[in-house]
Every structure is written in C-alpha cells, then in structure tokens.
C-alpha cells in the first residue's frame, strides 16, 4: 500500500507543470509523509454543479494547475461533443493565489482543442463574466474563483452559453469527460493563441447597470463600503459614480484585492467579526447603510443603523430579498419572482399580492437562473439577480445599485429600511429566518446527521408538529431530487441540506407569526425568536449536532 501510494505521487510530480507544487510535492515523498500523502490521493475532486473547489496544493484531492488543465481538457471535450467545437469560451478569474495561472491554463487547453478563447483582462467580478457570456456570444465561460471560501481554497465555476452554471446532466457528462482525460502529456497547451480582452466588456457591463436604479429616483444615500479583500471595489465605484450616488466611503483596510485576506478570520460578510471594520467606518461617518460584496462580488452584504443610537444591524439575506422584491413591485416591475428552497416564504407572498408569477427552486443560482420569464430571483446567502437580462446569475454590485436606490427612496421620506421590514410584517405576517450552520472537520458527521434524520424523523419541533415530512432526493412534483430534508409545521418551516460548497451541515428555520397592527411588532418578534430557539434545540438534539 505505501509503496503504490509512493508511486501515484511520482507519477502525479512526473507531469506536473508547476515547480511549486512539484518541490511540494517532492518534499512529502522525501520525507514520506504517508498520512498527507494519502489525504492528497485519495481520490479526486469530484467535479460537481459548483464545479470545483478545494485547497490549494498537489495532488489529485487539492485544487492545482494539474487538476485545471485536466477539468478544462474535459469541459472542451464535451463542448466537441455538443458541436461547439469552434465556438468561444469566456474566462474570468478573482485576486486569490493562482487565479491568473488556472485561468491562463484554460484558455491554453481551450486553444489547444480547436476553441476560441477569450480571458478578461484583469481580476474582475463574477458578474462581469455571467454577463460577458451573452454579450460575446460564447457558448461557455469559466470562473475561477472559491467566492468567500477561506484562503488556502480556490475553484473552477463552469456556465454554459446561457450564461448559468451548469446543472446536471451536463455536470455528469462533463465529469466523465474529465475522467477520460489521459496523461497531461497528451492536452495540448499552446503558449498562445486566446485573446485577452479589453475593457470594452466591463464598459458595457457597467452600461447595463445603468438601467438598474429607475429613472429619476433619488440618488441620495450615503454608502460606507467593503470589498472584504476581494475585486469588487472598482467596478462598484465605477457603478456608483455612472448612476449618480454619492461615492462609497471605503473601507481602506479591505479595500485592495489581498488573496490571504489578513483582516478576517473568513472573508465572508456573514462571519462573526468581518463586519467590524465596516461597522468601525460606519460609526466614524454616520452613512446611511452599510454594503459589502464578497471577494468575487457576487454577494451583497447590507447594514443599517439600530433605530436606539450608535449600533448598526446586519439584515439577513431573507431581509434584504424581500426589500429588494417589494421595491420592484412598487416600481412596476413584471415577470415571475423566484427564490430558493432555503428562502424565505415572505417573497411568495409579496409576489402573490401584487399578482406576480412566483417559483421556489433547488438551491443555487444554478436553478434560479433557470425560471421562465424570470424578472427578480434571490438566496438568502446574500445572492441577488435584479437584472436578470444582463446577468443570470447573482450579481452584488447590481444589487448593491438597488440597495442604495431604496435606502435613498426612504431616507428622503424620512423613513429606514428597518420601517420598510416593519410595513412587510404588517402586511403580510413576521417571517422570521434563522439557520443552524455546522462546520465540521469530518465529513463523515454531515452524513451521519442526516442519516439519523432520516431513520428517526423529528415529530415534534420547538413544541409544534411536524404535519409534513419530505426527503427531497426522491424530488417533488416542481423539484428534481437533491440531498435534503423539508418539514412543514404549523406556522414554521425548516430545511436540512449537506453544503454544496464548503464542509458544513445547513439547516434553515422559518416561523411565521401573524401581525395584527404594528402595535403588536414587538411580541411578534418575542415570539418567533422563541420558537426559532426552540426549533433550534430540538432539531440540533434530533441530528446528534
């Protein structure tokens, strides 16, 4: 067994093409670090609907110009095999260590193969390359980029000429092609041949964000921002500046593109603490909202004052989805509103009373991006599709627009975003979201958690019944199986699914507490935060977390 471990490693370090991971590698041979060296070829990383994410680093379970080269040989082989062959492939990448090395492997393996390839011209936002898909026509783009992911990680996204990510069955195929890839020896890698692109397709990107914020609306919001590290800050201020707002107070430590993310434990704006340079800016400029993208800045993080002096308060995605949603329909906005599973249930009343089209999809903007006639879509991981002819995927700098257009509408009423939530509540009931989120060391535990679910289903949380039950990997009459539980109690919901993208079990709560008159807010919120906390304890205690 050591000896052909010994073995897989010299034949991976024979062909690896670069001399960091290589003298990596060669120094665990050396020293025979049998543990790291079967944790690292154990396998391979799987090839999913993310795509790829993992750490950096050699070997065959790490993320690494060997594992890119032989991803892009298969996703050129099956875009052959779809008679795309001569067609464009887009590719984008973030500031994180290697980006610019895989991105500059895959236009040479997509050359290689026959294809055009075109990289854009520098770090840039996620969004710029969902949109520069459509706008050159390509019939697939390549994002390389693990989002918010810690920094030793990185990734590989995949979207097909639709400008979405992919979803199966191309997955499948595309993982099969990758498995059937030989020696490295054999993928042809020219020294050139692609295009890199000008900036003429981030100008039209930005061109189309000009459409965002409605004509004529106030443009009066005072804006602290973050970048967390990431590549958002110059396409966000080129936005912010085209549609008239007043320029972003940055938040400086944070601002610049830095792949080791010195100031955050994860560069996440969802994290405890990533926010607190962000709220230290806040409370010395007194803005009316904070917003933070994530290092590829496709999320949109947004902060507000406490309405009882110096404290600001992260809105939960849930929140800030159903702001967004609600300001479209007092805009006039037409087409079907659409939303994960995970969400809140609050969209879906928001789109019935105005006589919308409403959809729930799996999780992911993979699916969202996919609803007929879609107008608005969101996450409540912070991901936001407002302009969904321009981007289908999520996109926080266009959300960001959106943001800062609504806090500007309510700031010249002499309102806040938190009276808005309050007028929702009012209106439609107290939809309360909380999530119990694990991160575990051990994969094996997610498993086990949800086979524990499965064979000893909960049938009573936080004191109400469980009156459903549905495994969702036998799919329901409007969705395709996927790994997760759904219980549906009386005036609440929760959802258990594995993380797509990182080690961790997520299970998403949602109480709803009817709202007679804004008198009655605040037991309404007392309420729900006690059934929230009680669904939370009884269903950590039923999954064994």
Request: aromatic share 4%.
């Amino acid at each position: 067994m050591h000896d052909e471990l010994i073995a897989r490693a010299q034949a991976w370090l024979a062909e690896d093409p670069d001399p960091e991971t290589r003298e990596e590698l060669a120094e665990l041979i050396d020293g025979k670090a049998l543990d790291e060296l079967a944790a690292r070829f154990s396998g391979t990383l799987q090839f999913g609907t993310a795509g790829l994410r993992g750490e950096l680093g050699a070997g065959p379970m790490r993320m690494n110009r060997s594992v890119v080269i032989r991803a892009a040989a298969g996703l050129a082989a099956y875009l052959r095999a779809k008679g795309q062959g001569d067609g464009l492939v887009v590719i984008g990448y973030d500031a994180r260590h290697k980006s610019a090395d895989f991105a500059r492997d895959t236009a040479a393996v997509m050359t290689g193969a026959g294809l055009r390839a075109a990289v854009l011209p520098r770090p840039l936002p996620t969004p710029v390359l969902a949109f520069a898909i459509r706008h050159l026509g390509a019939v697939a783009g390549v994002e390389v980029t693990a989002s918010h992911n810690p920094p030793r990680d990185n990734g590989y996204k995949v979207y097909l000429g639709d400008g979405s990510q992919i979803v199966p069955p191309a997955d499948g195929e595309i993982a099969a092609e990758i498995a059937a890839v030989g020696g490295l020896d054999d993928v042809p890698r020219p020294e050139g041949g692609w295009d890199v692109l000008g900036d003429d397709v981030l100008e039209a990107y930005l061109a189309r964000t000009d459409a965002v914020p409605a004509p004529g609306s106030p443009r009066t919001a005072r804006v602290v921002y973050t970048a967390m590290h990431g590549v958002g800050k110059e396409t966000l201020l080129a936005a912010f500046t085209r549609a008239g707002f007043p320029e972003p107070v940055l938040v400086e430590e944070q601002a610049e593109p830095d792949p080791d993310f010195p100031t955050v434990a994860f560069p996440n704006p969802e994290e405890p603490g990533a926010m607190d340079l962000a709220f230290a800016k806040a409370r010395e400029v007194r803005p009316d909202v904070v917003i933070a993208n994530d290092p590829d800045a496709d999320r949109c993080a947004v902060a507000v004052p406490e309405r009882d002096g110096d404290g600001w308060r992260m809105l939960r995605g849930d929140e800030v989805g159903a702001l967004l949603g609600a300001h479209l329909v007092r805009r006039g906005a037409r087409g079907t509103f659409a939303e994960s599973i995970v969400s809140s249930s609050l969209l879906g009343r928001i789109a019935e009373a105005a006589g919308l089209p409403y959809e729930e999809t799996l999780t992911g903007f993979k699916w969202i991006a996919r609803v007929d006639g879609l107008r608005y879509g969101y996450e409540e991981a912070l991901g936001y599709c407002v302009d969904p002819e321009g981007v289908r995927d999520k996109d926080g700098i266009t959300a960001a627009l959106l943001v800062a257009e609504l806090a500007s509408e309510v700031k010249e009423q002499g309102r806040t975003l938190l009276d808005l939530l309050d007028d929702l509540a009012v209106e439609h009931g107290l939809h309360a979201t909380d999530q119990l989120s694990v991160r575990v060391e051990d994969l094996s535990m997610i498993a086990e958690a949800m086979r524990r679910l499965r064979e000893q289903p909960p049938t009573r949380l936080g004191g109400l019944a469980v009156t459903r039950t549905e495994d969702l990997t036998q799919g329901t009459e409007t969705l395709p199986p996927t790994d997760g539980l759904r219980y549906t109690l009386e005036g609440a919901r929760v959802i258990v699914r594995p993380s797509g993208t990182e080690p961790k079990l997520k299970c998403y709560l949602e109480v709803v507490v009817p709202v007679g008159s804004r008198d009655d807010l605040g037991a309404a919120r007392a309420t729900a935060a006690e059934l929230l906390g009680a669904i939370r304890r009884d269903l950590s205690a039923a999954a064994g977390i």
